[in-house]
């Protein structure tokens, strides 16, 4: 994995436990999950079956390459769907060793088939009248692609898209746990996760505290080969990521923000590297507040208050995850329902857990994954009434 | 147009995969719809163990996978 898309090594390996994780999951769970629900009616009987729906066709992305598969497929699988995987054209290695992972474990052949295309034939797939539905994890651009389609051809959809997760900080947050936990949000994969951290929204009262500590932080970061255990970071995956990253940088620079602490391509050495950045007095109007940053590049946004930082969080087309830092848990949680995304953590890093429903709102996507919702995404509620 | 692992490390180029025909395609749908016939009829017992034994080999090959 690491060799193809770029990922620190000990992030690839624990991308592989969570896989593991989430196939016991669904192992030890579905079967639960889909017994028929009864349903009290007046005279006779009734319920609910839960029964699969057919071949699930999942375009999935680069930047979790085996996770995003594994989070899908599980579920679907236990459900009794059969699978068709249409991965990122830039990890075709990846998709051969899943497939050949799952022949190797005994499925069925052609119950998890591996389709080796680019994104031309997507659109025909969608239309063919076999592909019972799809899920997207990708861009807000593919998402509005495929939603598309889909719609025209009225084929289930889920999607999972971009964010740009704000991180808010109160002026009475833990900042022994806060500090560490913000560089992780931003950093973990190169900066390359639909959850990560993109935004800091940092009370005005504690912004030059936070500020100093997570520059230092950000800028004690070693980047370089993936392989090596000793590097925090590695490239980005491809050479247009590093493009537009820079675009957006110069851009919101041009615009009135400051680089706290890196901005540039490191254009010493081949590959696709960038350095671990930080932008302050970053306002709207800027790619750095309005745009997605997919690499190592966090935005500073000062905010006045905690209602201030309600409104600025609120203030994106995106609504994936949020996370609020502060020591009044109640306060956190009364935000927390105020929050436009999918998921809040309080002192905690946005994450996924087999356990948890994942997704988002607005232009992040539609349809959760994982946990009990998330299998239930592709299966035919089915009501059954005797007479 | 073929699909290229790149190395993003190095810019090396790793592989090149040819890219399935859509009369390729075509027949990988109708397999998977046959293979569905069956499938959707196996006990959860069964579709469990596969996907015990996915995770046995997933941790097998840990770090040769991640790397």
């Known amino acids: 994995m690491s060799v193809e898309m770029g990922k620190p090594v000990m992030q690839a390996e624990a991308e592989i436990d969570k896989c593991a994780t989430v196939c016991v999951h669904y192992a030890e769970n579905a079967e639960k999950i889909l017994l028929p629900e009864n349903v009290v009616m007046d005279g006779g009987s009734s319920y609910v079956r839960f029964d699969p729906l057919g071949l699930i066709l999942a375009v999935m992305p680069w930047n979790f390459p085996f996770w995003q598969v594994f989070r899908f497929a599980a579920p679907a699988l236990m459900a009794g769907n059969v699978c068709l995987l249409k991965h990122?054209?830039?990890?075709?290695?990846?998709?051969?060793?899943?497939?050949?992972?799952?022949?190797?474990?005994?499925?069925?052949?052609?119950?998890?088939?591996?389709?080796?295309?680019?994104?031309?034939?997507?659109?025909?797939?969608?239309?063919?009248?076999?592909?019972?539905?799809?899920?997207?994890?990708?861009?807000e651009e593919a998402g509005r692609k495929i939603a598309e389609l889909a719609g025209r051809n009225l084929k289930k959809v889920v999607l999972e898209l971009g964010g740009s997760d704000p991180f808010i900080?109160?002026?009475?947050?833990?900042?022994?746990?806060?500090?560490?936990?913000?560089?992780?949000?931003?950093?973990?994969?190169?900066?390359?996760?639909?959850?990560?951290?993109?935004?800091?929204?940092?009370?005005?009262?504690?912004?030059?505290?936070?500020?100093?500590?997570?520059?230092?932080?950000?800028?004690?970061?070693?980047?370089?080969?993936?392989?090596?255990?000793?590097?925090?970071?590695?490239?980005?995956?491809?050479?247009?990521?590093?493009?537009?990253?820079?675009?957006?940088?110069?851009?919101?620079?041009?615009?009135?923000?400051?680089?706290?602490?890196?901005?540039?391509?490191?254009?010493?050495?081949?590959?696709?590297?960038?350095?671990?950045?930080?932008?302050?007095?970053?306002?709207p109007g800027m790619p750095a507040y309005d745009e997605e940053l997919f690499g190592p590049v966090a935005a500073l946004i000062s905010a006045k208050d905690a209602e201030d930082a309600v409104r600025i969080a609120n203030d994106t087309p995106f609504g994936l995850g949020a996370s609020i830092w502060t020591k009044d848990c109640a306060q956190g949680e009364k935000m927390a329902a105020r929050i436009e995304a999918g998921m809040v953590f309080i002192n905690g890093l946005v994450r996924s857990d087999p356990r948890l429903p994942f997704g988002g709102i607005k232009n992040s996507g539609s349809g959760r994954e994982l946990s009990h919702y998330g299998i239930k995404e592709f299966v035919n509620i089915k009501t059954v009434v005797i007479g | 147009m073929p699909l290229k692992s790149i190395n993003p490390a190095t810019g090396e180029l790793l592989e090149v995969f040819e890219e399935l025909s859509s009369a390729q395609v075509e027949i990988a749908l109708q397999k998977a719809w046959q293979a569905f016939a069956s499938w959707r009829q196996s006990a959860f017992a069964r579709r469990g163990a596969l996907l015990l034994r996915t995770a046995q080999i997933l941790a097998e090959e840990k770090s040769d996978l991640a790397s």
Request: hydrophobic share 45%; with cysteine; glycine share 8%.
């Open chain 1, 88 to 139: 990122s054209s830039n990890v075709p290695r990846c998709a051969r060793r899943i497939a050949d992972i799952f022949a190797k474990a005994g499925f069925p052949e052609h119950v998890f088939t591996e389709l080796r295309i680019g994104s031309g034939p997507v659109e025909s797939l969608i239309a063919h009248p076999l592909i019972a539905a799809v899920t997207l994890t990708g861009s």
């Open chain 1, 169 to 283: 900080v109160l002026a009475d947050a833990p900042m022994e746990t806060c500090l560490p936990t913000a560089v992780n949000a931003r950093m973990l994969n190169n900066g390359q996760s639909c959850i990560a951290a993109k935004r800091f929204i940092v009370e005005a009262k504690i912004l030059d505290r936070f500020r100093s500590g997570f520059v230092a932080a950000i800028a004690k970061l070693k980047v370089g080969d993936p392989l090596d255990k000793s590097n925090d970071l590695g490239p980005l995956a491809r050479a247009d990521l590093v493009e537009e990253l820079e675009r957006q940088v110069k851009e919101s620079v041009r615009l009135g923000a400051r680089i706290l602490t890196g901005g540039k391509a490191l254009s010493d050495r081949p590959g696709f590297y960038f350095q671990p950045t930080v932008l302050g007095d970053v306002r």
